[in-house]
């Protein structure tokens, strides 16, 4: 008989781009399964209105930080593509007010790099996709470049939804470093979500941030970047064993 996750608290972090809405399917669905999902729009993304130009990576992690406070204890969290570095800064910040982290195609470059270090490493057809702002400081994604990278296994009518909801992405905290330590991001259980048909954050890259930074778990989903779109149901279900599986919580 398949094992049953205790009810949870998830926060759900999204990535570039997007807002909270690309989770609504996967909150959804980890309800139905009886957990709690809490989502925010990360700064300058969805409602929250401050000019992308002032965004740092800070200030992302300090409003994720504030939502894993605000829980009676301590949530997963989980961040997808560079949600999963504003997720390991949370918890190198505040390791204890974090119960696990779990990296959907999660960005995790060495401590003391920065995600553009990353990002170098992505697809070069993919990044010739970005469309930059005159002033360099926030970019975004061609409609093209949402079709066939990010969202290539996603509905046609998702893939619409994608372009017309897109937020720009500032680009200041791809250029911040991250310094993890192992007393405090290190004492936090991990767990990965691998993507086997992502053309943005390559399977050879996941698996290599895999390699170097241990994890307690990796799950395997045969998706695009954007499980949360494209199989929520099943990404879902991951989510749901990590919370049968963290420590803390049993």
């Known amino acids: 008989m398949e094992q049953r996750a205790s009810r949870s608290t998830f926060v759900l972090v999204h990535g570039s781009f997007v807002s909270s809405w690309c989770w609504r399917d996967v909150v959804s669905e980890l309800q139905r399964r009886g957990h709690r999902a809490i989502t925010l729009d990360l700064p300058a993304h969805g409602a929250d209105r401050t000019p992308?130009?002032?965004?740092?990576?800070?200030?992302?992690?300090?409003?994720?930080?504030?939502?894993?406070?605000?829980?009676?204890?301590?949530?997963?969290?989980?961040?997808?593509?560079?949600?999963?570095?504003?997720?390991?800064?949370?918890?190198?910040?505040?390791?204890?007010?974090?119960?696990?982290?779990?990296?959907?195609?999660?960005?995790?470059?060495?401590?003391?790099?920065?995600?553009?270090?990353?990002?170098?490493?992505?697809?070069?057809?993919?990044?010739?996709?970005?469309?930059?702002?005159?002033?360099?400081?926030?970019?975004?994604?061609?409609?093209?470049?949402?079709r066939d990278f990010p969202c290539a296994l996603c509905p046609a009518a998702i893939v619409d939804e994608v372009v017309r909801r897109m937020t720009p992405e500032p680009v200041a905290p791809y250029e911040a470093p991250l310094v993890t330590s192992e007393a405090r991001f290190g004492i936090v259980p991990r767990y990965y979500v691998e993507t086997l048909r992502d053309r943005v954050v390559p399977l050879s890259m996941q698996r290599a941030i895999q390699a170097r930074a241990g994890f307690r778990r990796v799950l395997s989903l045969d998706t695009d970047h954007f499980p949360a779109l494209s199989a929520p149901m099943d990404l879902a279900a991951c989510l749901d064993a990590v919370a049968a599986d963290v420590p803390e919580l049993h």
């Open 52 to 146: 992308a130009e002032r965004v740092t990576m800070s200030d992302y992690v300090d409003a994720v930080r504030r939502v894993v406070e605000a829980q009676a204890s301590p949530p997963i969290l989980v961040g997808h593509s560079i949600g999963g570095m504003i997720c390991a800064g949370v918890a190198e910040s505040a390791p204890t007010a974090v119960a696990a982290i779990v990296f959907v195609a999660g960005l995790l470059p060495p401590s003391g790099s920065t995600p553009m270090q990353a990002v170098t490493e992505f697809d070069p057809n993919y990044l010739a996709q970005v469309v930059w702002a005159p002033d360099r400081r926030t970019a975004w994604i061609s409609p093209e470049g949402v």
